[in-house]
């Protein structure tokens, strides 16, 4: 049994995310998790509201709160949004948590006792309209790189170049909307980043394993133009973990706060130790995942990102890590996505364009977006969603496949057998030719899993359902049942078997229907099916099952159509 970490991108507190955010981290970082947890290692899940810097205190003063009090609100409306997608989180922390203020704190001490922390002089954007330095969140222009007009101060989010605010083209305040401003005189804290190229450059060399676009990313980051920066990591904002070098003051940065980026991923810790801390252990049963002095150097650790957030997790904050001189894990494994689009376009959470979580959760249950979201999830490449193929998939995959299983096998047993697994017959050449099939399927379908390829996993268990389909369609028990019950007896017990299979098998990606296939087949076994002749039989002959209600509801023109067009926007 293996111990696996798992965390996957911490999304801003600021407002409720929509399916192309969910699809890039949380999602597959879950399905991962169960599948690990279904294989019966020692998993432990992570993730955080990230709930620092400009997002939140924008978000907060557009809503009239305090900022303590609207991100409180919005950690319980992303926590609840997160179980109604039965995201199997561990631990859903907060970066404003003390664990995190104390930790961040930690590192920023061990990182200037090594020398790595500069104390730099700096021009910064002053805003005269609203009396106040602006940090790069603050600051919004346009892209010197791509022309995108709504660049933020600190990166493009439209070609993910890192900038600095001074580089933005007609820069604007993300508050007043002002271009009355003016480049003034401050002291901020650098992380010597460039002290560490060659350690962060033979640690990225290292990872022959990760995906093409984890590793492209980075090295672009580590490698082009001038190379790796020193980057900032304070700001001059109200609201944040204040700077210090552990528990002492730092003289000169007084009322400033951490940098977001530099705070945040230091949460990914912290929340293990809130989750420890929550169920009353000592600081052994969170370091054993985090230091490996303590145990982790046995940990497989696994983060899940959008492409926008690999150079921060590539770089900036491994160098907080091999910067601190301390035995932290460092991540074994980045699997990184692309983007969703939406329908045409780009999600926006500005203009209320596509679908966000909670609107998702409305109109269908968790198990009808979690699977076209991760059988379609953009990893080699964006990919994008529209209402025609979100029909086509849930009404093919787990309707008329999955569904239509589930539904027939069930009815007919119940017509012609009663509600039990029946007894009779033996198995033939056509079982066995299904069970070879399906045991190549499994082997096929696990593979996909633990290299950690979505949409090549979907498809394999996709073609497991369809094994079954074939073969109930093949043997047909119906037809059979007329000249020798005994025989249809044996098929439908295979069938009847099948489902829990199905279910144990799909519960990674379709958990809610998973849970209601092994409760119609009157069952807690959840065993894998490594052995599929035994698999087959774990239902023996009188046990009891029940027709389960329709699985899943096909999506009419109608419905489809009122989606699309209420989707378009102005949220």
């Not at 948590?97 to 790595?116: D, I, W, Y």
């Not at 899993?449 to 093949?474: C, D």
């Not at 990606?509 to 409760?519: E, H, K, R, V």
Request: negative net charge; proline residues 5%; aromatic residues 10%.
């Amino acid at each position: 049994m293996a111990r696996i970490l798992i965390t996957s991108a911490i999304p801003y507190i600021n407002g409720i995310k929509h399916l192309g955010n969910l699809v890039g981290s949380q999602l597959p970082a879950d399905l991962y998790a169960r599948y690990m947890r279904a294989r019966d290692h020692e998993v432990l899940f992570l993730c955080a509201t990230d709930e620092h810097g400009t997002p939140a205190e924008l978000a907060a003063a557009k809503a009239g709160m305090p900022v303590a009090d609207y991100c409180a609100e919005m950690h319980e409306v992303q926590t609840r949004l997160s179980d109604g997608f039965r995201l199997s989180f561990d631990k859903f922390g907060r970066s404003s948590s003390p664990q995190n203020h104390l930790l961040t704190q930690h590192f920023a001490g061990k990182l200037a006792e090594n020398g790595l922390i500069s104390e730099v002089s700096e021009k910064q954007m002053y805003s005269n309209a609203d009396g106040r330095f602006l940090p790069d969140r603050y600051i919004e222009g346009t892209c010197p790189n791509c022309g995108y007009d709504r660049a933020r101060g600190d990166q493009c989010e439209n070609c993910t170049k890192q900038l600095d605010p001074t580089d933005l083209i007609e820069p604007r305040s993300a508050i007043s909307g002002s271009t009355d401003l003016e480049v003034r005189e401050t002291k901020h804290l650098y992380l010597k980043q460039r002290s560490l190229r060659g350690q962060l450059s033979e640690w990225i060399d290292s990872k022959t394993d990760w995906p093409v676009l984890t590793t492209s990313i980075a090295r672009k980051w580590l490698n082009d133009g001038d190379g790796l920066q020193d980057r900032g990591i304070t700001r001059d904002l109200d609201w944040g973990i204040p700077v210090k070098k552990g528990a002492e003051d730092w003289p000169g940065m007084e009322g400033k706060v951490f940098y977001v980026w530099f705070d945040a991923p230091i949460e990914y810790i912290a929340c293990a130790k809130e989750w420890s801390d929550a169920r009353g252990a000592p600081d052994a049963e969170w370091e054993r995942w985090w230091r490996t002095d303590k145990g982790a150097d046995d940990v497989r650790y696994v983060q899940f990102m959008g492409k926008d957030n690999v150079p921060f997790h590539t770089l900036s904050f491994p160098a907080t890590i091999i910067g601190s001189g301390e035995p932290w894990k460092l991540v074994d494994y980045i699997k990184s996505f692309n983007y969703l689009n939406y329908d045409g376009g780009q999600f926006s959470t500005s203009q209320g364009r596509g679908v966000f979580m909670d609107q998702a959760l409305s109109i269908l249950p968790a198990d009808y977006w979690r699977w076209w979201l991760l059988s379609h999830a953009p990893e080699n490449s964006d990919a994008e969603f529209t209402w025609e193929n979100f029909q086509a998939s849930v009404n093919k995959d787990l309707a008329d496949v999955l569904g239509n299983f589930v539904s027939r096998v069930t009815k007919f047993c119940r017509s012609k057998f009663g509600e039990e697994v029946p007894s009779g017959g033996d198995w033939g050449a056509e079982e066995d030719a299904l069970i070879a099939r399906l045991s190549e399927g499994v082997a096929r379908y696990e593979a996909a899993m633990e290299a950690i390829e979505v949409r090549k996993a979907a498809g394999e268990l996709r073609a497991i359902w369809v094994a079954g389909n074939e073969y109930l369609q093949s043997a047909a028990p119906w037809s059979v049942f007329k000249d020798d019950p005994d025989r249809a007896a044996a098929q439908v017990r295979l069938a009847l078997n099948l489902i829990r299979v199905y279910a144990v098998l799909s519960a990674p990606f379709i958990p809610d229907a998973a849970g209601s296939m092994l409760s119609a087949m009157n069952t807690l076994d959840t065993d894998w099916p490594s052995d599929m002749r035994a698999a087959l039989t774990a239902l023996p002959p009188g046990h009891a099952f029940t027709v389960p209600e329709v699985l899943f509801k096909k999506i009419a023109d109608e419905e489809r159509e009122d989606w699309q067009t209420g989707f378009a926007g102005q949220r």
